[in-house]
């Protein structure tokens, strides 16, 4: 008797995790998909030297299409990345110049290895843009690829026209306008030289996909399809993971990992189910069970096991380990019963401050840990109840730092709040 081989629906399993936005010409695909192992891909541009939680979302769904027998290529944009994409920016990116985004290049292909298999039959591949744009010369450029787009349809691109129409905003120049023909030809180019027939990507590069379907369509005369993932956005309208003045990232040098465990850790309870589909390959009944019988596992939250699934994905079991003593020792723990040894682990692993062994008023100390910018605030905040030396309240803005506040001569723990610490070491 044959047994018939179960058919794994990638498609469903995205949808189901709820990270499934949109996708062209679907029966189609999933069609071919049962067929036959295909080859895909993302994009990546260079704007910094590590990717960061919001790209993790492609990554998971990399890595579902690879564990299926499919072939992901990631494109590192060497070239667009000097471009810069315009969707959805409130301004334009800085530009950077080729050599920093090499470097760039080299540290996120090594962070791509802990998402994808790079050495099995179905191995992931890593491709440079640059490599057939740099080669490209101008006249060819308008005459083989832009006589296929027209302004009146790049205008009405939403990604476009919002930085047009939006009088706060800087207008667009003709270099991120074209933008979208970059990568549009990347698409023709991989189909071409790679046999990709299918495109991921967040929500917001709906419109780049799908000019990218229309050019290969026109050049190469063949069908392709594009998926987009579901973008996470906070409360203020920025992409999740990434603001301003903090980013989530993945690399431990510029995240730590214990900040990266606590940063799923204080996760709301709105949403930390809606991640546990997302980001993790939990069984979904294990999760629905969860979610239904308010269990507690492990820990005693859905964000413990959060942060322990996706810290160990990023930064391995070592790091977690770590993660989850430092927070054992600065949420649980009486600091008066830390060994010397603890006092080393968490003054190589959160925020510190070296000085002189000698007396510090506390002021100073708020402004030199970079908890306060001034005196008048340092003020403020100690007489809000906000500020712990050794989790002891201090409401005295005249205290000093003496002999008996440095643990072993050498330690002083410093609280801002409720999860703000700095620990300062004197020498």
């Known amino acids: 008797m044959t047994v018939k081989k179960k058919i794994i629906d990638v498609i469903e399993i995205l949808k189901n995790r709820n990270i499934l936005y949109q996708v062209t010409n679907k029966n189609n695909l999933c069609k071919i998909l049962k067929e036959k192992n295909i080859n895909l891909y993302c994009g990546f541009d260079l704007t910094a030297d590590s990717l960061h939680i919001g790209h993790l979302i492609q990554l998971i769904t990399l890595q579902y299409f690879q564990k299926l027998g499919h072939k992901p290529i990631i494109l590192l944009g060497g070239a667009t990345s000097l471009i810069g994409d315009p969707s959805f920016k409130l301004k334009k990116r800085q530009t950077n110049s080729i050599e920093l985004i090499n470097t760039w290049l080299q540290k996120i292909s090594l962070q791509l290895e802990n998402f994808l298999d790079f050495d099995c039959s179905n191995c992931a591949n890593i491709i440079n843009n640059y490599e057939w744009f740099h080669k ?21 691109k939403d990604s ?18 074209s933008y979208n ?6 698409f023709a180019y991989l189909n071409k030289n790679f046999n990709v027939i299918l495109q991921i990507g ?5 419109g ?20 987009t993932t579901n973008l996470i956005i906070k409360n203020d309208g920025t992409k999740f993971g990434k603001t301003e003045n903090k980013t989530i990232w993945l690399d431990s040098k510029k995240t730590s990992p214990y900040k990266f465990f606590q940063f799923w850790l204080n996760i709301p309870d709105s ?15 294990f999760i629905n069970h969860f979610k239904q019988k308010n269990q507690k596992i492990k820990k005693d939250s859905p964000q413990y096991l959060l942060a322990e699934y996706l810290t160990k994905i990023v930064h391995g079991e070592k790091k977690l380990n770590i993660s989850k003593k430092i927070t054992n020792l600065l949420f649980n723990k009486n600091i008066n019963n830390l060994s010397e040894k603890e006092f080393y682990i968490l003054l190589n692993n959160i925020n510190n401050l070296y000085l002189e062994n000698k007396e510090f008023d506390l002021s100073t100390i708020l402004i030199l840990s970079k908890f ?17 030396i050794n989790n002891e309240k201090i409401l005295d803005n005249s205290f000093i730092f003496t002999k008996y506040y440095k643990k072993f ?16 070491y004197w020498k």
């Open 202 to 206: 967040g929500s917001d590069q709906w």
């Open 208 to 227: 780049h996909i799908v000019s990218g379907i229309d050019l290969v369509k026109k050049i190469n005369k063949e069908k392709v399809f594009g998926l």
């Open 181 to 186: 023909l970059l990568q549009s030809y990347d």
């Open 136 to 156: 490209m010369d101008i006249l060819f450029f308008l005459k083989k690829i832009g006589k296929y787009f027209y302004i009146n349809n790049m205008m009405n």
């Open 409 to 424: 001569n050498h330690f002083t723990l410093l609280r801002k709040g409720k999860k703000k610490f700095c620990l300062i």
């Open 160 to 177: 476009i026209k919002k930085r047009m129409t939006n009088n706060n905003l800087e207008g667009i120049s003709f270099k991120e306008f």
């Open 372 to 388: 306060v910018s001034s005196r008048t605030k340092a003020f403020i905040m100690i007489k809000s109840h906000s500020i712990y």
């Open 271 to 285: 949403i930390v189910f809606n991640f546990l589909y997302m980001f993790t390959n939990y069984e979904i009944n």
